[in-house]
């Protein structure tokens, strides 16, 4: 935990000022949305439909849980507000294979590198074998916001922390298919936020151990 606290103590020391550098996990919150993001969730839930993907769904980073409530999913938020009571505030205590569907829409633009990595590593060990996850985030959108420009490619940290990282469909195939391998069919799909994906995981190897260092504490992000 000693990590963490520092980590969250020196971000909380930039609060306040005008403009950042650092980024601030708890900052995401801010960009939690309201009842816009709705029907992005319906057209996932009409995918899953389509392809007959049918069991329990998990929304991994749940922001308000408005969503999550219109598809009846159970809710992941690790930095939920006041009046958002979600099912899990850490993956920890997500049993491994025990989802069929997840959705994790505009999550993996919120976090660095890193911290994308033992995300989808996280929602692959949470599916069950066969199961499936629509990932969506931002695209290049995300420069237009107000801040200074992040380590990678189409990023940025805003003035209050927030980090975003914008991606196109083919980046966010390359970047789930290296961390994910062999193991889990991956598929574009459209209509859903600026790049998005459907990962399935195959019924034999399809197999995800948790992520090193990752749940052993409250998820950073």
Sequence with gaps: MTGLTTLLKEGLKQVG????????PEASQKTQ???TTIPTYKKAEKIFKEDNI?????DFGAGRGL?????????????????????YTSSLDIPTESYNKVTSLNVLNVLPKSERRKAVLEIARVLKPKGSAIISTRG?????????????????????GRFQKGFTTKELIEEIRNILGSNFIIESVSGIGKAAVKITKRKIGGMVMRSDNYNTQRAIW
Excluded: H, Q, Y
Excluded at 17 to 24: A, C, E, L, R
Excluded at 68 to 82: C, G, H, L, S, V
């Design 67 to 87: 969503g999550a409530k219109e598809i009846k999913a159970d809710t992941f938020e690790p930095f939920p507000r006041e009046n958002f009571k979600p099912n």
């Design 33 to 35: 949305l309201g009842t």
């Design 54 to 58: 049918k069991g329990n769904t998990l």
């Design 140 to 160: 290049s959108d995300v420069l237009a916001a107000k801040g200074v420009k992040g380590n990678e490619p189409m990023s940025i940290i805003l003035d209050d």
């Design 17 to 24: 000022k005008k403009t950042t550098t650092k980024v601030i």
